[in-house]
């Protein structure tokens, strides 16, 4: 039986032994925040929503062409000379032409087009930007919520060492009474089935911790998955001091949810007023400069070379597509859904924080009592322990004061983690949750 003992309190040794770095919250999302597969590809979604968001893409500048050909020909031709009424005849005709030259066009004006355009790709770009925001705070939270369960996990461990170790303690006094008749053999067996059953929690709580442990790994995008890490915190400390109203104001004017949804109302309007600039006549210069040579085989002269500019402007105006009229009914009701989903939202998030600050101020109010109910549990073990050494105290209910020593520790470790999820949550839909990288 101390064999076992020592195996279970051991293996929880290779846990720290092979660290090799203490890791804080704020050192976890560092190096999260640069290694993250997912992270990495949303900054990249967002440099291409930057790239986009130029003027030549938007319209703005002119094209530039330089294009060279070559033709050539071979006829049979028939001439009639109109005074005689001759006829010659020529077969194998052959003619040839050769260009090279530059082309420049450009869209002066396109109804306002080209404006909207660019400030489309420019909301784009910022949209990209808020995209990145949204999923670098959705990381955040995540690893603040992992990192929080890996504390949780180890304090559980250690509830569960302390436990394998009352039951050991136990399991001697009773061992060693039963040798000498104080005690029954079915005291024995019930102290060694209470012992063998802590002694199972521990291995299944070491599983745990080791799952925990793999997901901060994962998180922070660690090549190896199953490095050996230590965490400074041993606690896991409670903000109580948020305050609801202070809450609700930073998420109307911060939360990156609500703040995408405004952009895309301001997207749908654009394209409304893109639609719109089709009722504008449009303006584009085209103009050119080249060279064209021309072989003929039997024309008075055998070749003819020009060199030199071209331009013209053309104006017009689409009297009729067709389409026009659907589409922007189209688009003013995609500004109208857009509206709507954003105030939507804005009562979603309402109705989210509001849950939230309730499960927030009752977890607290549960912490303040499982702590005084620790206190009395404490008590109340050091006394039964008396008890049960003088002999006047059952083993099963011995056990149970033991029980209720470890349901009081396990119920205040779920009330400080659950309260922290809800901190978590509650800086998240505020846009404060990158605090926890300061």
Known sequence: MKRLFYILTCCSLPLMAQAQEVYTLKSCLENGLQNNYSLRITQNTEQISKNNATLGNAGYLPTLDLSAGYKGTIDNTESKLRETGEISKENGVFDQALSVGANLNWTLFDGFNITTNYKRLKELERQGATNTRIAIEDFVAGMAAEYYNFVQQKIRLKNFRYATSLSKERLRIVEERYHIGNFSRLDYQQAKVDFNSDSAKYMKQQELLNTSRIRLNELMANPEVDKRIRIKDSLIQVNTQLTFDELWNATLATNAVLLKAEQNTRLAQLDYKSIQSRNYPYLKLNTGYGYTLNKYDISPNSRRSNLGFNGGLTLGFTIFDGNRRRERKNADIAIKNSRLQQEELELTLQADISNLWQAYRNNLEMLKLERQN?????????????????????????????????????????????????????LQISGNVLSYMQ
Do not use: F, H, P
Request: hydrophobic share 40%; charged share 30%.
């Open 374 to 426: 620790l206190v009395a549990a404490k008590e109340n073990y050091e006394i039964a322990m008396e008890r049960y050494l003088l002999g006047n105290l059952s083993g099963i209910e011995m056990r149970e004061a033991q029980k209720s020593l470890l349901d009081a520790e396990e119920r205040i470790l779920s009330a400080e983690y659950d309260t922290k999820l809800c901190e978590i949550s509650l």
